[in-house]
């Protein structure tokens, strides 16, 4: 059996890019600094906040779960939501330090 294209990249690189894909929509941008600046769980405080659909913000809350950047707990018949703080910080070390990397290279045109 062949090997996988994500068997030949590192676990790291896998994470990251599984992350990163996950943030890759305005609109879950838009959710991650309204979680993060709420500084609490928030829940159906989304819709009235950024002006989507229910059903628009419920699927990218499944998006940004599924990739483990943010979890839930229910309350009541709602779930509210906060940012997952082992991967956000794994996002943010790796994340640094991919960007990091970079060296101005100066034969570069």
């Given at each position: 059996?062949g090997?996988?294209?994500?068997?030949?990249?590192?676990?790291?690189?896998?994470?990251?890019?599984?992350?990163?894909?996950?943030?890759?929509?305005?609109?879950?941008i838009?959710?991650?600094?309204?979680?993060?600046s709420?500084?609490?769980?928030?829940?159906?405080?989304?819709?009235?906040?950024?002006?989507?659909?229910?059903?628009?913000?419920?699927q990218?809350?499944?998006?940004?779960?599924?990739?483990?950047?943010?979890?839930?707990?229910?309350?009541g018949?709602s779930v509210c939501?906060?940012?997952?703080?082992?991967?956000?910080?794994?996002?943010?070390?790796?994340?640094?330090h991919?960007?990091?990397?970079?060296?101005?290279?100066?034969?570069?045109?």
């Open positions: 059996m090997v996988t294209r994500t068997d030949i990249f590192s676990e790291e690189q896998n994470k990251l890019a599984v992350l990163l894909k996950a943030m890759a929509h305005p609109a879950r838009a959710i991650l600094q309204e979680i993060m709420s500084e609490s769980c928030i829940n159906s405080d989304l819709v009235s906040e950024l002006g989507l659909a229910q059903a628009t913000i419920s990218h809350l499944k998006e940004l779960k599924n990739a483990g950047l943010i979890q839930g707990t229910v309350e018949v939501y906060c940012i997952q703080p082992e991967n956000w910080q794994l996002l943010c070390k790796q994340l640094g991919f960007l990091n990397a970079y060296q101005v290279a100066k034969d570069c045109k």
